[in-house]
């Protein structure tokens, strides 16, 4: 599934859209997690492309007269495609620009991806309004977070995946941070102290930050708008490393289920 650095990639890769005006847009499929409005052919034809924004999981494409909300779900993908290419079996969208030599292309094997327009605040939508900040934010911070998590009996690996805490810390950048700040993600949240809980903010901004700069992961069907791979996959430290070896004291890399998620940790490494 596409975490935050995957999508920051994917949004930062559809730059060279902006300013460009939609000429067609072509639905193979509406049936995605939720239909794609029928009408959006004749709402976006003819209208610019503003804008392109981040919001958690979300890519915001803010048009001349709204904006297109839209989330990968768990193996959807964004590509920039020449004109004139076949579609294949899961290419379910086309957005032709008018002046481009390309098309933008949604691909969603698993069609739990998502497609949807406002006119209104798209940061007041039913989806996003009740988010949590961004975990690059100075508002996220262990004051805050010691504030969420106070007398939570939650475990904490659980608990920085809740995106009412903060957003888009998936399942590999989740555990990639708890090691990196030597905590254990069983730890109960209320339990953890204010310098544990410095240690995971930083940790959290640190390993999402080199994550965008590596590309993402591309673990299974992540590939950015250019059809390239992400490569910070090479530096995950626990996870899917599940037997093997720990880089820092040689120990086996332990596996459990905590929220009904994989959890990769060190048991000498993390307290």
């Given amino acids: 599934m596409p975490e935050l650095p995957e999508v920051e990639v994917t949004c930062q890769g559809l730059a060279p859209l902006i ?6 847009v072509v639905i193979r499929n509406y ?3 939720w239909p794609i409005p029928i009408d959006l052919p004749i709402i976006l034809e003819g209208q610019q492309l503003l804008e392109l924004k981040r919001r958690a999981k979300y890519i915001l494409a803010r048009f001349t007269k709204g904006t297109l909300i839209l989330h990968l779900g768990m193996s959807g993908r964004l590509c920039i495609m020449p004109k004139g290419s076949k579609p294949k079996k899961h290419d379910h969208v086309d957005f032709v620009f ?4 390309v ?3 949604y691909t969603d094997p698993r069609r739990f991806g998502s497609i949807l327009w406002t006119k209104d605040n798209p940061l007041e939508h039913r989806l996003l309004k009740k988010l949590g900040p961004e975990p690059l934010e100075k508002e996220f911070d262990a004051e805050y977070l010691e504030c969420k998590l106070k007398n939570k009996k939650q475990c904490i690996k659980s608990s920085i995946m809740d995106a009412h805490n903060v957003v888009g810390v998936g399942n590999i950048y989740a555990s990639e941070a708890l090691f990196n700040a030597g905590i254990k993600p069983q730890r109960k ?3 953890l102290t204010r310098k544990e809980l ?3 903010v930083t940790s959290i901004k640190d390993i999402i930050s080199k994550a965008i700069l590596k590309g993402g992961s591309t673990m299974n069907d992540f590939f950015d708008v250019n059809g390239e791979n992400g490569y910070f996959q090479n530096e995950h430290k626990v996870y899917g490393r599940e037997g093997k070896n720990c880089y820092e004291c040689q120990s086996i890399i332990l596996q459990s289920t905590l929220g009904q998620r994989s959890s990769f940790f060190c048991n000498q490494c993390q307290k």
């Fill in 198 to 200: 410095q240690l995971i």
């Fill in 31 to 33: 049936s995605l997690r």
């Fill in 103 to 105: 098309i933008l292309r």
């Fill in 189 to 191: 949240s209320g339990q």
């Fill in 98 to 101: 008018s002046d481009e030599a």
């Fill in 19 to 24: 300013t460009k005006f939609v000429k067609a």
